[in-house]
């Protein structure tokens, strides 16, 4: 089965009286396993019941820079970190698209997380957008885990699988300007890629512009398994075992 690495399926994403309807629909699909991913405090108790709710679904918690100065210290209880389908700290990281005011505040935030992952050995689910140079100077190889989404140049890539970390292909993966993004994940080895929707965003051609739910994680397989030259049941069982390496605490 394929693995969702990071969708979001908390209430503020996608409406509860739909979750049955779209976990049904990623298993009729073939993808059998989702990680929810967090992006602030609110969602961490409904990601959590949604863990409960669902066996095949499991969760990262964490706080995106978006809320960084929305989000006082950062307060995350032993009972959440130990949870047995907390899998990881995300998502977390920078994010400058939108300007640099709070840069300060964020790369804040990004760090009291990571001291959260490290002390919990949890691994981490990075977000980075126009934020290159800080990423790779805030992270090292203390930590493990995944620049989740990633769109970012090569040089980016291979620092961070340099330092021992997964990277994550969404649904822009199949876009048809994503030339040079197919490229940099032609010279990721296989054994390192993970796939993910991000829904409801960033949903892959031929669903471009629609809502995005975590059944069409396929499509992004098929297109890496093209430029993996694999068939696609051979990517499956890679990418299994890859999601198994990252995320220890997962259970398939
Ligand atoms: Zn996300």
């Known amino acids: 089965m394929f693995i969702d690495t990071h969708c979001h399926l908390t209430d503020r994403y996608t409406k509860p009286e739909e979750l ?8 009729s699909a073939g993808v059998g396993t989702l990680v929810c991913a967090c992006a602030e405090p609110g969602d961490f108790e409904t990601a959590i019941k949604i863990t409960e709710k669902y066996k095949n679904v499991f969760c990262t918690i964490g706080v995106h820079p978006e809320y960084s100065e929305k989000t006082d210290d950062i307060i995350l209880p032993d009972h959440i970190l130990e949870n047995s ?23 804040e935030l990004f760090e009291q997380q990571l001291t959260i ?3 919990y050995k ?17 992270l090292d190889d203390s930590v493990s885990g995944v620049m989740h989404c990633f769109t970012g140049s090569w040089n980016l890539a291979k620092t961070m699988l340099d330092r021992g970390f997964f990277i994550s292909a969404s649904g822009i993966l ?7 993004l197919r490229e940099t994940f032609a010279k990721i080895p296989t054994d390192r890629i993970v796939i993910e929707t991000d829904s409801p965003w960033c ?14 994680v396929v499509e992004t397989a098929r297109v890496m398994a093209e430029i993996k030259n694999l ?22």
């Open 20 to 27: 049955d309807t779209i976990v049904n629909d990623a298993k």
């Open 117 to 119: 992952a490290k002390k």
């Open 174 to 180: 199949t876009f048809k300007n994503s030339v040079e």
């Open 85 to 107: 389908k907390v899998i990881g700290v995300g998502e977390i990281g920078l994010d400058y698209h939108f300007g640099i005011d709070n840069k300060n505040a964020q790369i």
């Open 203 to 216: 949903a892959p051609v031929p669903y471009r512009g629609k809502p995005c739910t975590p059944a069409l």
């Open 231 to 252: 068939q696609i049941d051979e990517l499956e069982t890679i990418l299994e075992s890859n999601t198994k390496k990252l995320y220890p605490k997962i259970v398939l």
């Open 122 to 138: 949890l691994p981490v689910a990075i977000h980075t957008r126009d934020a290159e140079s800080d990423t790779i100077s805030i």
